[in-house]
């Protein structure tokens, strides 16, 4: 399922809050469901925070999690992967959302309070797509194309097979896990152009792409709506690869990731209880429902 629109608010789910004790799965029905036991303890609330790819999956893990569980409140908020893991390492965040892998000098700064952190947790698998308008003919860009369009290169589309038009370059803005992904990966580590119009989140990205006959932009494929992804050819010899299921989980599209949660230590109580719904068959199903796919 594609979806449309991703708000790069807060959204906080609210309700009463005690702290609770957890039955795992083999204590009960519904094997990787929590289910709330007898409140006791402190009041509690788990915070998320980060990739803005990610912000309608966790807050629909959220929502799907208070509906069997009344009695906690979590909160969810986007502001890019950067900015999650820079809240893990300052403590303002429970989790850190992330579209990328941990950079090691954020590790570093994290073991600085956490020694034993950070624990990484792979939750669902992505695809970085490249959108086009749908009425723009060109359906398939080899890796170096791609490179040289965010580069500033190639500046018309009839250099890659299209009208005579220019190019119009949409990108992320660099606390932006998708942005780092697509420096490393698509420009080797090098610069983006400076022509590049920098927006606040992928729905920004395809909405701008929407509005733009000549626009190119990219981010993750549960947000390709109303605009057409292209294909990827590795080189000009290759096949051209599509973002579907298939070749985003078993890796052959060249651009499928991860996305990760991290947190300062492992996880015990009411987190682990988060985190066990997460992984559990429905929570996975919640991965699917928004767009994006179940990690192996």
């Excluded at 429970?94 to 990484?120: C, N, W, Y």
């Excluded at 992505?126 to 398939?140: A, M, Q, R």
């Excluded at 096949?239 to 890796?251: H, L, M, S, V």
Aim: charged share 25%.
């Amino acid at each position: 399922m594609r979806t449309s629109r991703l708000s790069l608010l807060t959204l906080t789910l609210l309700t009463l809050l005690s702290g609770c004790r957890w039955r795992s799965a083999s204590e009960g029905e519904d094997a990787g469901t929590p289910k709330a036991a007898a409140p006791s303890g402190p009041p509690r609330m788990l915070t998320l925070k980060g990739s803005d790819t990610m912000v309608l999956l966790g807050q629909r893990w959220a929502e799907r999690f208070i509906q069997r569980n009344p009695s906690v409140k979590l909160q969810v908020t986007g502001g890019g992967s950067g900015t999650g893991i820079a809240a893990l390492i300052n403590g303002t965040t429970d989790i850190a959302m992330s579209s990328r892998p941990i950079k090691a000098e954020e590790k570093e700064q994290l073991r600085r309070h956490h020694p034993e952190g950070p624990v990484e947790l792979p939750v669902a698998r992505d695809g970085i797509t490249f959108y086009v308008h749908e009425s723009n003919p060109v359906d398939t860009l080899t890796v170096a194309q791609l490179k040289a369009i965010y580069q500033g290169d190639i500046t018309n589309w009839k250099d890659v097979g299209g009208r005579d038009a220019p190019i119009v370059t949409y990108s992320r803005e660099n606390s932006s896990g998708t942005y780092v992904f697509v420096k490393d990966e698509v420009l080797g580590g090098e610069d983006f152009t400076e022509r590049a119009q920098t927006l606040p989140g992928t729905a920004a990205v395809v909405h701008a792409v929407t509005l733009e006959m000549h626009g190119i932009g990219y981010g993750g494929a549960a947000y390709a709506r109303g605009v057409r992804e292209v294909k990827v050819k590795k080189d000009a010899r290759s096949e051209p690869i599509a973002p579907t299921e298939q070749n985003i989980r078993t890796g052959t599209y060249p651009f499928s990731r991860d996305l990760f949660f991290y947190l300062p230590r492992e996880a015990t109580g009411f987190p682990r209880a988060f985190l066990d719904y997460v992984l559990s068959p429905e929570g996975q199903k919640i991965v699917t429902d928004v767009g994006y796919f179940p990690v192996k």
